[in-house]
């Protein structure tokens, strides 16, 4: 009676210490510590009445092995996230790191061609006016009153629905661009970012934090190999 006793005691203990095991386990797991595998920047920030607004893989669109120079004019790309019930525009957009940030479109990608050298017009030759009084009577007519140019249209607002997202990359037709950088972005480099919204909801990167250089689409081109140099006196020694 004591043995079956003794053996059903050991059975719950050692029970209980593989329970306490797999709860350890899952608090310590290698995947608790484990990141997104997202090379851009990305924060959410709750709204002020409820839901939150979302920056997701921010960065600056690659520019080759030299990254960019300080003046350039350097694309971004990124997507934010309205989480919330109501319409949310993106009223604001800057950087600490550019003379301004502004909203572009796929035709800023493109070089502006020089401006060709213009040829002179020929000269108009006069006409001789006809001799002759003019012909009594005869009015002029008023010339015609020009109508006033209309005004340029403002620019669009970025509106994101509620539980809609908003889309700034250059294949997208609409992005933003940091223009006259203050300084060179290389790569492995970032850039600050602030973003503002109607609702009061601000992005902007964390101190220790950047907009990152986007990494190549493709893989870049090694260098090539080359052969350890020869010391003299040593090419052939036996050993």
């Given at each position: 009676m004591t043995r079956s006793i003794t053996k059903l005691l050991a059975g719950g203990a050692?029970?209980?210490?593989l329970a306490l095991t797999g709860c350890s386990a899952g608090m310590n797991s290698q995947t608790a510590d484990q990141v997104a595998a997202v090379p851009g920047f990305?924060?959410?920030v709750p709204g002020p009445n409820g839901g939150s607004v979302a920056l997701r893989d921010a960065m600056i669109a690659y520019a080759g092995l030299t990254g960019y120079a300080q003046g350039a004019t350097a694309p971004l790309q990124l997507r934010i996230f309205n989480d919330t019930e109501q319409p949310i525009t993106l009223d604001k957009f800057e950087s600490n790191d550019a003379a301004a940030v502004k909203l572009a479109?796929?035709?800023d990608l493109k070089p502006s061609p020089s401006p060709a050298a213009e040829s002179p017009s020929p000269a108009a030759s006069k006409s001789p006016k006809a001799a002759g009084s003019p012909s009594p009577g005869a009015e002029t007519s008023p010339a015609p009153a020009t109508s006033p140019s209309p005004a340029a249209a403002p620019p669009?607002?970025?509106?994101?629905?509620?539980?809609?997202?908003?889309e700034l990359t250059p294949g997208s037709g609409q992005f933003l661009a940091l223009t006259g950088l203050k300084k060179p972005v290389a790569n492995g480099e970032g850039v600050h970012l602030k973003l503002t919204f109607s609702n009061g909801v601000v992005l902007e990167t964390l101190p220790g934090t950047v907009v990152p250089l986007a990494p190549p689409l493709s893989p870049q081109p090694r260098l090539p190999i080359t052969a350890p140099p020869t010391r003299p006196g040593t090419e052939g020694d036996g050993h």
């Open positions: 050692a029970a209980a210490a990305s924060l959410t479109s796929a035709a669009a607002k970025l509106t994101i629905p509620p539980a809609g997202y908003l």
